[in-house]
């Protein structure tokens, strides 16, 4: 029997999905928790309308996102350390400063999407890739200079 699924389901498929499983399967679990619905024409129908819907928002979201990663492509950031007598760091560059520095520049990022994160424990520059999206990554250069 083929059904629609409403919610993901592991080892099945995601919300959208046409899958073929045992009827009982489907009229005892799928449907009956509210997990899938018959594929009926109607149904079909829906769902076609909804997953292309989704796609066209995702398309959107994407470029949207990439205007932004076009933004700070290779765009140098600044940060300091503060270094002893002894030339020793203190402390290091950590993925909140890059969070902040990008917010100060009016982008929105959260510490998840910083990928790539090297350990910047002495001066220099640094490749650090962003990754807003699945399909949306930029990378930025952090310049580490001594206090």
Request: proline share 1%.
């Amino acid at each position: 029997m083929k059904v629609i699924l409403k919610k993901d389901l592991k080892g099945k498929g995601k919300a959208g999905d046409i899958i073929d499983v045992n009827p009982n399967y489907a009229l005892n679990v799928l449907i009956k928790q509210g997990i899938a619905v018959e594929a009926n024409a109607s149904n079909l129908n829906d769902n076609k309308g909804k997953v292309e819907a989704k796609a066209y928002h995702h398309g959107e979201m994407v470029k949207s996102t990439q205007e932004i990663a076009n933004k700070i492509k290779n765009k140098v950031y600044n940060f300091t350390l503060n270094v002893g007598s002894n030339g020793k760091a203190f402390g290091s560059i950590t993925k909140q400063e890059i969070v902040n520095a990008l917010t100060k520049d009016g982008i929105n990022v959260t510490k998840n999407m910083v990928k790539d994160f090297p350990s910047i424990k002495s001066v220099g520059q640094y490749k650090i890739t962003i990754q807003f999206i699945k399909e949306v990554s930029v990378d930025i250069i952090a310049n580490v200079n001594i206090k």
